[in-house]
């Protein structure tokens, strides 16, 4: 993961019983260039209970300049 160099967006759900955040929290940490946010009471299935947050996300990571 380490070798992955393109800018990557890590969404994750805070309530996630299957992946847990720390999980996501470590798949963050080991590319070189990603961002993470963690989508607040939400569960495994994130984009259907919150798909607001999941726009509004990722309208921001892919608008930036950097990419």
Same mark, same amino acid.
Request: glycine share 2%.
């Given at each position: 993961?380490?070798?992955?160099?393109?800018?990557?967006? $890590?969404?994750?759900?805070?309530?996630?019983?299957?992946?847990? $955040?720390?999980? /996501?929290?470590?798949?963050?940490? /080991?590319?070189?260039? =990603?961002?993470?946010?963690?989508?607040?009471? =939400?569960?495994?299935?994130?984009?259907?209970?919150?798909?607001?947050?999941?726009?509004?996300?990722? $309208?921001?990571?892919?608008?930036?300049?950097?990419?």
């Amino acid at each position: 993961l380490s070798r992955i160099a393109a800018p990557t967006l $890590v969404l994750w759900a805070a309530r996630d019983k299957l992946f847990p $955040v720390s999980l /996501a929290r470590d798949l963050a940490g /080991a590319l070189a260039r =990603a961002e993470f946010f963690v989508i607040p009471e =939400a569960s495994h299935f994130f984009p259907l209970e919150k798909p607001e947050d999941v726009t509004e996300n990722l $309208v921001e990571f892919l608008g930036r300049d950097d990419l």
